[in-house]
């Protein structure tokens, strides 16, 4: 019981992230003109996260979504610096793992999570939703290699929570190699550290990948 309590405890610190980050605040960011309907219906749906109304905040984020992926906007492409498409599908499939691991409302008052009451469709919706930030992430670093460190720590957090889906889905192996790659983007992500101990895995080598990554990293950013 206790390991799937504090297994469950992960999806929450994620969930309470995304209300305490700001990712898409209008004020903070000058977004392409293209960008900004899709934005502001991103800024709305945050904005409804941290009131914790995630009914609302999802409507508001499949919204943003669409119209990111919308043919005449193609923020799914990652094409130039915009990068909140990511943040969104990665917020959808937090939310979404929540109400896959503890039901609709997320009642995070019972003792834990029973995996026989794992909801299945929620589960492949946070599932699909998570792999989709991350490919998206892959796809976004590909057009702007100067962002490494901004796309070394969303990345990982996107995998982090990717893995927790693995895991309820049965996936262990696939759990641990995911945590693992979280840890090697970036060697702090405690919530990929703690889950692989969890599992039975030492982070260690993980992390110290990572750390010898990022220095590798670095080193050829200086030429």
Same mark, same amino acid.
């Given at each position: 019981?206790?390991?799937?309590?504090?297994?469950? *405890?992960?999806? %929450?610190?994620?969930?309470? +992230?995304?209300?305490?980050?700001?990712?898409?605040?209008? @004020? $903070?960011? &000058?977004?392409?003109?293209?960008?900004?309907?899709?934005?502001?219906?991103?800024?709305?749906?945050?904005?409804?996260?941290?009131?914790k109304k995630y009914e609302e905040?999802?409507?508001?984020?499949?919204?943003?979504?669409?119209?990111?992926?919308?043919?005449?906007?193609?923020?799914?492409?990652?094409?130039?610096?915009?990068?909140?498409?990511?943040?969104?599908?990665?917020?959808?499939?937090?939310?979404?793992? *929540?109400?896959? %691991?503890?039901?609709?409302? +997320?009642?995070?008052?019972?003792?834990?999570?029973?995996? @026989? $009451?794992? &909801?299945?469709?929620?589960?492949?919706?946070?599932?699909?939703?998570?792999?989709?930030?991350?490919?998206?992430?892959?796809?976004?670093?590909?057009?702007?290699?100067?962002?490494?460190?901004?796309?070394?720590?969303?990345?990982?957090?996107?995998?982090?929570?990717?893995?927790?889906?693995?895991?309820?889905?049965?996936?262990?192996?696939?759990?641990?190699?995911?945590?693992?790659?979280?840890?090697?983007?970036?060697?702090?992500?405690?919530?990929?550290?703690?889950?692989?101990?969890?599992?039975?895995?030492?982070?260690?080598?993980?992390?110290?990948?990572?750390?010898?990554?990022?220095?590798?990293?670095?080193?050829?950013?200086?030429?």
């Open positions: 019981m206790k390991k799937r309590y504090l297994f469950g *405890a992960l999806v %929450l610190v994620a969930l309470a +992230a995304l209300a305490r980050n700001c990712r898409y605040g209008a @004020e $903070k960011q &000058d977004v392409p003109e293209k960008y900004r309907n899709a934005h502001l219906t991103a800024v709305s749906a945050q904005n409804l996260l941290k009131q905040a999802l409507t508001y984020y499949e919204a943003a979504r669409a119209e990111m992926e919308h043919e005449a906007v193609g923020a799914d492409k990652g094409e130039d610096l915009y990068v909140n498409y990511g943040f969104v599908c990665n917020d959808i499939g937090v939310i979404r793992l *929540a109400w896959a %691991l503890y039901g609709r409302p +997320a009642d995070t008052t019972r003792g834990g999570i029973d995996p @026989e $009451k794992v &909801d299945p469709a929620e589960l492949a919706a946070a599932t699909a939703s998570l792999e989709a930030a991350v490919a998206f992430y892959h796809r976004w670093y590909g057009h702007n290699p100067q962002e490494y460190e901004r796309y070394a720590r969303a990345v990982s957090e996107s995998l982090a929570n990717l893995g927790v889906a693995y895991k309820y889905a049965g996936e262990r192996d696939r759990a641990v190699e995911t945590f693992g790659d979280a840890l090697r983007f970036h060697p702090k992500n405690g919530n990929a550290e703690r889950s692989l101990g969890l599992l039975g895995v030492d982070p260690a080598p993980y992390r110290e990948a990572g750390e010898r990554a990022r220095k590798q990293t670095k080193k050829f950013r200086l030429f």
